[in-house]
Protein backbone atom coordinates (compact mmCIF):
# COMPACT_ATOMS: atom_id res chain seq x y z
CA UNK A 1 0.00 0.00 0.00
CA UNK A 2 2.52 2.06 0.71
CA UNK A 3 4.45 1.74 -2.70
CA UNK A 4 0.86 2.60 -4.18
CA UNK A 5 1.04 5.51 -2.66
CA UNK A 6 4.38 6.48 -3.07
CA UNK A 7 3.60 6.28 -7.37
CA UNK A 8 0.47 8.15 -7.20
CA UNK A 9 1.80 11.10 -5.09
CA UNK A 10 4.91 11.18 -7.48
CA UNK A 11 2.80 10.84 -10.33
CA UNK A 12 0.01 13.55 -10.05
CA UNK A 13 2.80 15.69 -8.39
CA UNK A 14 4.48 15.53 -11.83
CA UNK A 15 1.74 15.88 -14.07
CA UNK A 16 -0.49 18.01 -12.02
CA UNK A 17 3.14 20.51 -10.75
CA UNK A 18 1.20 23.05 -8.01
CA UNK A 19 4.62 25.00 -8.29
CA UNK A 20 3.99 25.13 -12.18
CA UNK A 21 0.24 26.09 -11.61
CA UNK A 22 0.56 28.87 -9.07
CA UNK A 23 3.41 30.84 -10.99
CA UNK A 24 0.98 30.96 -14.04
CA UNK A 25 -1.96 31.71 -11.81
CA UNK A 26 0.33 34.71 -10.21
CA UNK A 27 0.43 36.18 -13.74
CA UNK A 28 -2.84 35.57 -14.97
CA UNK A 29 -4.23 37.09 -11.65
CA UNK A 30 -1.50 40.15 -10.99
CA UNK A 31 -4.42 42.53 -11.30
CA UNK A 32 -6.89 40.36 -9.30
CA UNK A 33 -7.51 41.44 -5.53
CA UNK A 34 -6.86 38.82 -2.78
CA UNK A 35 -10.56 37.79 -2.21
CA UNK A 36 -11.16 37.99 -6.18
CA UNK A 37 -8.20 35.19 -6.22
CA UNK A 38 -9.09 33.09 -3.44
CA UNK A 39 -12.53 32.62 -4.86
CA UNK A 40 -10.79 31.96 -8.73
CA UNK A 41 -8.28 29.62 -7.16
CA UNK A 42 -11.56 27.64 -5.16
CA UNK A 43 -13.20 27.52 -8.01
CA UNK A 44 -10.91 26.26 -10.22
CA UNK A 45 -9.57 23.30 -7.90
CA UNK A 46 -12.96 22.52 -7.45
CA UNK A 47 -13.89 21.33 -11.07
CA UNK A 48 -10.43 20.75 -11.36
CA UNK A 49 -10.62 18.03 -8.96
CA UNK A 50 -13.95 17.27 -10.28
CA UNK A 51 -12.86 16.37 -13.67
CA UNK A 52 -9.84 13.87 -12.08
CA UNK A 53 -12.02 12.04 -10.13
CA UNK A 54 -14.55 11.45 -12.98
CA UNK A 55 -11.96 10.26 -15.20
CA UNK A 56 -10.15 8.46 -12.55
CA UNK A 57 -13.79 6.67 -11.76
CA UNK A 58 -14.73 6.03 -15.08
CA UNK A 59 -11.97 6.76 -17.49
CA UNK A 60 -11.42 3.16 -17.85
CA UNK A 61 -14.90 1.96 -18.58
CA UNK A 62 -14.93 4.60 -21.41
CA UNK A 63 -11.91 3.61 -22.50
CA UNK A 64 -13.29 -0.81 -22.54
CA UNK A 65 -16.65 0.93 -24.35
CA UNK A 66 -14.29 1.67 -27.07
CA UNK A 67 -12.26 -1.12 -27.59
CA UNK A 68 -9.24 -0.14 -25.63
CA UNK A 69 -7.25 -3.13 -23.47
CA UNK A 70 -5.65 -1.89 -20.28
CA UNK A 71 -2.22 -3.08 -22.18
CA UNK A 72 -2.72 -0.33 -24.94
CA UNK A 73 -3.60 2.19 -22.39
CA UNK A 74 -0.61 1.44 -20.02
CA UNK A 75 1.70 1.85 -23.29
CA UNK A 76 0.01 4.91 -24.30
CA UNK A 77 -0.59 6.23 -20.69
CA UNK A 78 3.13 6.05 -20.38
CA UNK A 79 4.46 7.24 -24.00
CA UNK A 80 2.31 10.37 -22.81
CA UNK A 81 3.74 10.83 -19.45
CA UNK A 82 7.15 10.45 -21.06
CA UNK A 83 6.86 13.25 -23.44
CA UNK A 84 5.41 15.15 -20.39
CA UNK A 85 8.76 14.23 -18.50
CA UNK A 86 10.92 15.16 -20.78
CA UNK A 87 9.38 18.78 -21.55
CA UNK A 88 10.01 19.34 -17.55
CA UNK A 89 13.47 17.88 -17.36
CA UNK A 90 14.28 20.36 -20.12
CA UNK A 91 11.96 23.21 -18.39
CA UNK A 92 10.31 23.51 -21.78
CA UNK A 93 6.02 24.14 -21.84
CA UNK A 94 3.90 21.99 -23.24
CA UNK A 95 -0.17 21.17 -23.09
CA UNK A 96 0.32 18.08 -21.54
CA UNK A 97 0.64 19.60 -18.25
CA UNK A 98 0.19 23.60 -18.39
CA UNK A 99 -1.20 25.89 -21.28
CA UNK A 100 0.03 26.15 -24.54
CA UNK A 101 0.87 30.11 -26.16
CA UNK A 102 -2.16 30.55 -27.64
CA UNK A 103 -4.51 29.39 -24.95
CA UNK A 104 -2.22 31.63 -22.39
CA UNK A 105 -2.93 34.69 -24.59
CA UNK A 106 -6.32 33.81 -24.95
CA UNK A 107 -6.81 33.73 -21.18
CA UNK A 108 -5.42 36.80 -20.38
CA UNK A 109 -8.90 38.24 -22.14
CA UNK A 110 -10.69 37.07 -20.06
CA UNK A 111 -11.96 37.98 -16.34
CA UNK A 112 -12.72 34.45 -14.68
CA UNK A 113 -9.94 31.89 -15.60
CA UNK A 114 -11.44 29.64 -12.86
CA UNK A 115 -12.59 27.23 -15.73
CA UNK A 116 -10.28 28.36 -18.33
CA UNK A 117 -7.45 27.54 -18.20
CA UNK A 118 -7.29 27.03 -14.53
CA UNK A 119 -9.26 23.73 -14.11
CA UNK A 120 -8.74 22.58 -17.44
CA UNK A 121 -5.73 22.53 -18.71
CA UNK A 122 -3.99 23.65 -15.99
CA UNK A 123 -4.98 21.62 -12.77
CA UNK A 124 -6.81 19.14 -15.16
CA UNK A 125 -4.70 18.36 -18.20
CA UNK A 126 -4.11 15.54 -20.74
CA UNK A 127 -1.27 13.92 -18.43
CA UNK A 128 -3.31 13.96 -15.24
CA UNK A 129 -6.64 12.67 -16.62
CA UNK A 130 -4.37 9.87 -18.62
CA UNK A 131 -2.40 9.27 -15.43
CA UNK A 132 -5.65 9.25 -13.13
CA UNK A 133 -7.18 6.46 -15.42
CA UNK A 134 -3.61 4.33 -15.22
CA UNK A 135 -2.99 4.35 -11.69
CA UNK A 136 -6.64 3.48 -11.11
CA UNK A 137 -6.52 0.46 -13.59
CA UNK A 138 -3.38 -0.52 -12.16
CA UNK A 139 -5.48 -1.52 -8.99
CA UNK A 140 -8.08 -2.91 -10.93
CA UNK A 141 -10.40 -4.97 -8.59
CA UNK A 142 -8.21 -4.04 -5.88
CA UNK A 143 -10.94 -1.54 -3.60
CA UNK A 144 -8.09 -0.42 -1.19
CA UNK A 145 -5.39 0.38 -3.76
CA UNK A 146 -8.05 2.29 -5.69
CA UNK A 147 -9.16 4.12 -2.49
CA UNK A 148 -5.51 5.25 -2.23
CA UNK A 149 -5.17 6.45 -5.41
CA UNK A 150 -8.28 8.73 -4.80
CA UNK A 151 -6.69 9.80 -1.73
CA UNK A 152 -3.33 10.99 -3.01
CA UNK A 153 -5.43 12.62 -5.96
CA UNK A 154 -6.99 14.70 -3.64
CA UNK A 155 -4.11 14.99 -1.53
CA UNK A 156 -1.94 16.66 -4.75
CA UNK A 157 -4.86 18.67 -5.43
CA UNK A 158 -5.67 20.42 -1.91
CA UNK A 159 -1.50 21.36 -2.39
CA UNK A 160 -2.34 22.99 -5.14
CA UNK A 161 -5.04 24.34 -4.18
CA UNK A 162 -2.57 26.06 -1.15
CA UNK A 163 -0.49 26.79 -4.15
CA UNK A 164 -2.85 29.05 -5.77
CA UNK A 165 -3.78 30.68 -2.40
CA UNK A 166 0.43 31.70 -1.97
CA UNK A 167 1.11 31.98 -5.45
CA UNK A 168 2.84 35.37 -5.18
CA UNK A 169 4.85 34.39 -2.17
CA UNK A 170 5.89 31.04 -3.96
CA UNK A 171 7.32 32.76 -6.87
CA UNK A 172 8.77 35.49 -5.56
CA UNK A 173 10.69 33.10 -2.82
CA UNK A 174 11.77 30.31 -5.13
CA UNK A 175 11.58 32.55 -8.66
CA UNK A 176 12.36 31.22 -11.93
CA UNK A 177 15.47 29.07 -11.63
CA UNK A 178 14.54 27.43 -8.08
CA UNK A 179 10.94 26.36 -10.06
CA UNK A 180 13.14 24.72 -12.89
CA UNK A 181 15.04 22.79 -10.57
CA UNK A 182 11.85 21.33 -9.18
CA UNK A 183 10.57 21.04 -12.25
CA UNK A 184 13.39 19.29 -13.83
CA UNK A 185 13.65 16.75 -10.97
CA UNK A 186 9.83 15.51 -10.86
CA UNK A 187 10.58 15.77 -14.74
CA UNK A 188 13.07 12.49 -14.23
CA UNK A 189 10.52 10.78 -11.56
CA UNK A 190 8.10 10.92 -13.89
CA UNK A 191 9.98 9.52 -17.27
CA UNK A 192 11.25 6.54 -14.77
CA UNK A 193 7.61 5.75 -13.84
CA UNK A 194 6.41 6.49 -17.28
CA UNK A 195 9.45 3.78 -19.04
CA UNK A 196 7.46 1.47 -16.30
CA UNK A 197 4.41 1.67 -17.61
CA UNK A 198 5.84 1.16 -21.41
CA UNK A 199 7.50 -1.46 -20.37
CA UNK A 200 4.31 -2.90 -18.70
CA UNK A 201 1.87 -2.71 -21.31
CA UNK A 202 4.03 -4.53 -24.12
CA UNK A 203 4.49 -7.16 -21.26
CA UNK A 204 1.10 -7.42 -20.78
CA UNK A 205 -0.04 -6.98 -24.24
CA UNK A 206 1.69 -10.43 -25.28
CA UNK A 207 4.05 -9.00 -28.38
CA UNK A 208 6.82 -10.27 -26.64
CA UNK A 209 8.10 -13.49 -24.56
CA UNK A 210 7.93 -14.09 -21.00
CA UNK A 211 10.84 -11.59 -19.44
Request: charged share 10%; no cysteine; hydrophobic share 60%.
Amino acid sequence: MTETAGLALATFLATIGPLDVAAMFAGLTANQTAAEKKSLALRGALIGAGILVAFALIGEILLASLGISLAALRAAGGILLLLIGIDMVFARSSGGTSTTDEEAQEAFSKADISVFPLATPMIAGPGAMGAAILLMANQEGNIAGQAIVIASLLAILLLTFISLLLAAKIQGMMGVTGMHVVTRVMGVLLSALAVQFIFDGIKESGLVGPW
